[in-house]
């Protein structure tokens, strides 16, 4: 098979469309035939050198993909050949084919197109787990959605206003705030004109945050957090360390958590494969009835994947890339 190989940790032009052997599914996963696979910034930081795979996990990138079944390993009776699905993976989606753990396995849902359903497992296993598993948000609280308009951003802010929750979002560009207030976020906050601790404050604080920056938000997030308000971090474009004021969390009683996807064990109470049955019970139907939906910035040939990376590097980009193969 061809897949997308990284010549040297560097810039986009570091990937090479190359051959690799084709994986063979081992006992309990089965062997996907991919259509698609979504570009996330973590493949980003794994082409620089500094994001390497779990122990175990393909050295070829790609963190979600959809396609169609082709080989089942043994003991696998949930999936059957020919089925369309999509997947969480620990690496391997910029491919021809990936062997995948079934209880990282989704049926694509129903309405949605196969190439479009790559972008979902990563953003909908990621919001799930860390709002709503983590972070217990419910219905009628207010959830502050840093980034609104990537791909998690999108999806975080139309599946809270899904299940009952008043949404915040921030965003930069005009089109950008735009698509926020579209998916239901109000109010949307321009991060370059305003502070979004102030608009938060006005609203009684958020009591769920989901943030991507890091340290660089880390002070102005624990202000913006309401008494027994939980600031959920995904992310470090902002940098990784900061100082944290202890005082402001036994004060209002805050909780702050920081989990990765990626590196998660397959099993167990914080496993994937319990993620991904949870997003199959939770939130699958609310993308098969239309109020949650895959955005879509960009379709681009899975050879041409540096040009993806180029493009996601730059900014402005609404939703996901997805790579075609």
């Excluded at 989704?106 to 949605?112: A, F, I, M, N, T």
Aim: hydrophobic letters at 45%; aromatic letters at 4%.
């Amino acid at each position: 098979m061809y897949a997308i190989a990284i010549r040297e940790p560097g810039e986009p032009d570091v990937l090479q469309w190359t051959e690799q052997p084709t994986p063979r599914p081992a006992a309990g996963e089965v062997l996907v035939e991919v259509a698609a696979a979504g570009v996330n910034r973590a493949d980003l930081l794994q082409r620089q050198g500094f994001y390497p795979p779990p122990q175990g996990a393909s050295e070829i990138l790609g963190l979600e993909c959809s396609g169609t079944v082709v080989e089942l390993g043994e003991g696998v009776t949930d999936f059957a050949v020919g089925d369309q699905v999509c997947a969480l993976l620990s690496g391997g989606g910029y491919a021809q084919q990936v062997a995948v753990p079934a209880g990282q396995v989704l049926p694509v849902p129903s309405g949605v197109d196969l190439v479009d359903a790559a972008g979902l497992p990563e953003v909908a296993c990621t919001v799930w787990s860390n709002v709503f598993v983590e972070a217990g948000l419910r219905d009628g609280q207010l959830l502050l959605v840093h980034g609104g308009s990537g791909g998690i951003g999108t999806f975080a802010i139309q599946l809270g206003r899904a299940l009952g929750a008043r949404v915040a979002a921030t965003a930069g560009s005009a089109d950008s705030r735009k698509l926020c207030a579209d998916l239901g976020a109000d109010p949307v906050i321009s991060y370059r004109d305003e502070d979004f601790v102030h608009v938060v404050k006005r609203l009684g604080g958020a009591d769920v945050i989901l943030d991507n920056m890091g340290a660089s938000y880390l002070d102005r997030n624990i202000s913006a957090l309401a008494p027994d308000g939980h600031l959920a971090v995904i992310g470090m474009q902002g940098g990784r360390k900061a100082e944290l004021d202890l005082g402001k969390l036994l004060a209002k009683r805050n909780r702050i958590s920081a989990l990765g996807l990626r590196g998660r064990p397959l099993d167990g109470p914080h496993g994937k494969a319990a993620i991904v049955a949870g997003v199959r019970e939770r939130v699958w139907p609310l993308i098969e009835s239309g109020e949650v939906r895959t955005i879509v910035h960009s379709r681009v040939p899975l050879p041409e994947a540096s040009r993806a990376h180029a493009t996601l590097e730059s900014g402005g980009v609404h939703g996901k890339i997805l790579l075609v193969s």
